[in-house]
């Protein structure tokens, strides 16, 4: 077998794990810790570092190759894994999938992942663990067959090479502002996230929000170079639901008073109302999809809470309860999921954004980036950390490079042809 040995090395994730019931519950910021009592079970506090744990497999040629494994910004929010603690996934991964990868054919990518990510005492391993480790395992196929982990998926998938770069879309987290500045200046394809998770910064009747979207749509026109003209996507945490109510019209109806400040964008609105459970989540947002749908292409709805696995991605797509689907990587468990994922959206004609969250690595950043490209997702989050600068020169640069790679195995191809 090829994975002779397997390496585990404690990590930080690029920002830091909240807890999301507390902050929407009222929890007030002194600098940048949050200020009172958890509310979510794993949070000694609200805000706390985010930790990650690498995984290296050591190949036959003793090379060594890695995957990084943590959990979402807002873990055990909405359904997610709990938030991720290093010790026990660190002795879970040694004695259940360390002695799995020893007995696996590491060429052989998704019947690799299949066999390593088996159930364990009749549980699903924790979403951490397939995801650091199928990362690796994603990078061990790629340099056993001397080709890209695009490669490797687009294989794995029958899928064509692609020629097409995927549309960036960057978070501002709380220096809207600058950030959105740093943004318009690097002429990202999609902005800026706004990270409206509060009361605060959604404003009585949503106006703050109202306001911040039209400065943003203001600034870009300022400082936009010719021809620049980006999608415009807000995450508001299910706060016009919070706001103004849980009727589906209502819902739309505000949307679209967003929509009509700024006509001469595409308004995307992520996670407008929390229904409580998945299924609450699909029929309404169904609901909402076809009052906008009706009304014209200028605004859409994303989901992310209540759509974590694969098979809730399937749900939503399939009933086209939203016109676009974050597939957030760590949420989602290995990173074949999100291949798949990407690929449901497509065949039922949803829209896939490959997301994930601030608090991964540069590692799990740029495997996202390979897999975003071999199926050709809509958009992909700039990532880790809520900088703007690190993350869209990671994921920036990892597409280029690939797409380097591929155009010339094209063109040898052609030639030898």
């Known amino acids: 077998m090829q994975i002779k040995d397997v390496l585990l090395a404690p990590g930080n994730g690029a920002f830091f794990y909240d807890d999301q019931a507390a902050i929407g519950s009222g929890a007030t910021q002194d600098g940048f810790i949050y200020v009172g009592e958890p509310a979510t079970p794993g949070f000694g506090s609200i805000r706390i570092p985010a930790s990650s744990l690498s995984i290296g497999l050591v190949l036959a040629d003793e090379t060594v190759v890695w995957g990084d494994m943590m959990n979402v910004q807002y873990s055990g929010a909405g359904g997610r894994d709990p938030v991720f603690e290093t010790a026990r996934i660190s002795d879970l991964t040694s004695r259940v999938v360390v002695p799995r990868l020893l007995d696996v054919d590491a060429s052989c990518y998704l019947d690799a992942c299949a066999k390593v990510f088996e159930p364990f005492e009749d549980k699903r391993l924790p979403l951490a663990i397939e995801y650091g480790v199928s990362q690796s395992l994603l990078r061990a196929a790629a340099h056993l067959h001397r080709k890209t982990m695009a490669e490797i998926v687009c294989s794995e998938f029958n899928l064509t090479l692609p020629m097409r770069k995927v549309p960036i879309y960057c978070q501002s987290g709380d220096a809207r502002e600058i950030n959105v500045d740093k943004m318009i200046l690097k002429a990202v394809d ?43 996507y807000f995450d508001v945490y299910g706060w016009i639901g919070q706001e103004i109510g849980l009727e589906p019209q209502r819902i739309a109806d505000f949307i679209c008073k967003v929509a009509d400040t700024v006509p001469d964008f595409l308004l995307n609105i992520e996670s407008p109302a929390d229904f409580g459970s998945t299924q609450a989540q699909i029929e309404n947002y169904a609901k909402i999809v076809s009052i906008l749908d009706d009304r014209g292409p200028g605004a859409r709805i994303a989901v992310d809470e209540r759509c974590n696995t694969l098979e809730d991605i399937r749900l939503f797509a399939e009933a086209k309860a939203a016109h676009l689907v974050q597939i957030k990587t760590p949420d989602v468990g290995s990173i074949a999921d999100t ?16 997301g994930g969250s601030c608090t991964e690595t540069d590692l799990s950043a740029q495997a996202s980036v390979h897999v975003a490209v071999a199926t050709q997702a809509d958009m992909m989050l700039a990532k880790p950390g809520m900088g703007v600068d690190e993350g869209f020169s990671i994921v920036g640069n990892e597409q280029n490079r690939l797409l380097a790679i591929l155009n010339r195995r094209r063109v040898r191809a052609k030639n030898v042809g």
């Open 190 to 232: 999609v902005l800026p996230h706004g990270l409206i998770n509060s009361r605060q910064k959604f404003g009585p009747g949503g106006q703050t929000f109202l306001d911040f979207v039209k400065w943003v749509a203001m600034r870009t026109r300022e400082l936009g170079r010719p021809g620049y003209h980006p999608v415009l």
């Open 339 to 354: 291949a798949r994922a990407v690929l449901i959206c497509k065949a039922n004609k949803v829209g896939a954004y490959v």
